[in-house]
């Protein structure tokens, strides 16, 4: 049995004085990949920020559960969140234009992470190195640059790069492919296999994007309204769904090329200011019961090894 790398169990965060996130429970195996799905506002964000310890810069807290990495709570280990952050755990944000410094190349940027996280190579030639590994063309010419003076898939790689600089065991992307055309897409999902086969590093990929999660991930946890409705290995999550919400979502992708009428889900996710009483997809569920209404399901595990929040979960058709 594979050893858990990461554990979340049962996380609820507060921000702006609401509850942005509540009952969060998954595991990352070693060397695995594992996708978050869920429309905007689902709180996968939130969760990348709650599992690499940087929940705290944009003003929230958690206020119950744990997160536990090779078995120890960052809070209460030696070092807590600096000892991990970039050289167990790596984080790469959305907005790749805005994550790098502007004003400074991209050699310099490196050389100043390397001196940082591991201060026992030799920070130019590493540099060159951590590009050569995310299979940048041209390596030595793209140092000389600023990130403007990249496209979107170059800047992307020299995020990757910058955060194996600390030769890390979990890697979180948060939504790595946004606004990449499909090809240069292709090409970074490539790469974050070929890394993971080559370092056994783990991966949690955050995405709008089922298809990618069935192509490269061991495991999918389905995110609504700021909980987990569901979790489980990908190729039974995604095809035979047990909550509501990922049937809707996966009934919103098109079939093949000649598929005229898409499903959209009716209704809109709930903000946190208006957050409904019981399981949050209620009022957009056709499933709903008074029951879905009042009361929010706990995730629970079934014989498939599947965990649903779903007070129907046994009686869907």
């Known amino acids: 049995m594979t050893a858990k790398l990461l554990s979340v169990r049962d996380v609820a965060v507060e921000l702006g004085g609401q509850l942005a996130l509540t009952q969060v ?91 940082q996280l591991d201060p026992g190579s030799e920070p130019r030639s590493r540099a060159t190195e951590l590009l050569e590994q995310v299979d940048m063309p041209n390596p030595s010419s793209v140092k000389r640059l600023y990130p403007h003076e990249l496209s979107g898939g170059m800047r992307q790689r020299v995020m990757i790069a910058l955060a194996l600089a600390g030769r890390p065991q979990l890697l979180v992307a948060d939504e790595p492919t946004t606004a990449l055309d499909v090809t240069v897409q292709r090409g970074i999902l490539a790469l974050l296999a070929d890394l993971r086969r080559a370092t056994g590093m783990a991966v949690v990929m955050v995405t709008h994007d089922l298809a990618v999660v069935q192509s490269v991930a061991e495991s999918v946890v389905v995110m609504y309204g700021g909980m987990v409705v569901e979790n489980g290995p990908a190729g039974r999550v995604l095809s035979a769904p047990a909550h509501p919400y990922t049937r809707a979502l996966l009934a919103t992708r098109p079939l093949s090329a000649n598929e005229d009428v898409l499903s959209p889900i009716p209704g809109a996710p709930p903000s946190l200011s208006n957050r409904p009483p019981g399981c949050p997809f209620a009022p957009r569920c056709s499933f709903a019961v008074q029951t879905c209404m009042a009361e929010v399901p706990p995730l629970e595990r079934g014989p498939d090894s599947v965990a649903a929040a779903c007070w129907r979960r046994h009686e869907l058709p």
């Open 25 to 115: 429970s998954f595991d990352v195996p070693a060397g695995s990949c594992v996708g978050i799905v869920g429309e905007t506002g689902a709180g996968k964000t939130l969760t990348c920020r709650v599992i690499t310890g940087l929940i705290g810069r944009i003003g929230g807290r958690v206020i119950s559960g744990e997160v536990l990495f090779n078995g120890l709570d960052p809070l209460r280990s030696n070092g807590g969140w600096r000892a991990i952050w970039g050289r167990k755990i790596a984080f790469v944000p959305q907005a790749s234009l805005s994550a790098l410094d502007p004003v400074m190349r991209v050699s310099r940027q490196l050389e100043e992470t390397i001196r």
